[in-house]
């Protein structure tokens, strides 16, 4: 069979060569390129035309979405499998949007992380169950919570915590809720806060209740 042809795309030496040591011994895997930087991994990808890129989402220069952007501009054919650290919805998405097929948490397992660079050379779309998970629960709630007029500056996202708040659930119970971190969930509180030009939590509940939300479902 021919073998999946591959390039490394990682800021972090210990990482990458945790990744070439894992795909080394693996049969039916090549790898014939490694990136520090989102230029260099768009310069490999022209040069190379791998099958698939195995691409970090912050790096420095070009992070890996707009390299993923250019890369799928100048060759769709390859395939970009994102392996991150970060599962916050804004990036998942971008990612998608810059044509990424698929999206791998970094604490994924080895099995995990071999069966999606096959799946992705394949032309399949794949992400690790936790993402798979967050994808579903931002459809459903989207489907069930379309955007209202009260708050038009505010995300899907952010509204649907906003609502969290106002029923006055903590951080942790929003996170949990959302299948989202506790650090993803106070970045988003944030920028509610910023949007709405609240100082506190007390503040952006109030608002939120004047305006009807909170109410349990």
Known sequence: MKKIRLIIADDHPIFRDGLRTLLASVDGIEIVGEAASGDEA???ALS?????????????????????RRIMQANPQIKVLMVTMFEDDDSIFAAMRAGARGYLLKGARQDQALRAIQAVA????????????????????????PQPQAFP????????????????????????????SPKTVRNYISNIFHKLQVSNRGEAIQVARTAGLGEET
């Open 42 to 44: 768009v310069a490999l």
């Open 48 to 68: 190379q035309e791998p099958d698939v890129i195995l691409m970090d989402l912050k790096m420095p220069g070009l992070n890996g979405i707009e390299a993923t």
């Open 153 to 180: 500056e505010l995300t899907q996202r952010e509204y649907e915590i906003l609502n969290l708040l106002a029923q006055r659930l903590s951080n942790n119970e929003i996170a949990g809720r959302l299948v989202l």
């Open 122 to 145: 394949n032309g399949e779309a794949i992400f690790g169950p936790q993402i798979a998970e967050k994808i579903q629960s931002f459809f459903s709630a989207a489907r069930a919570n």
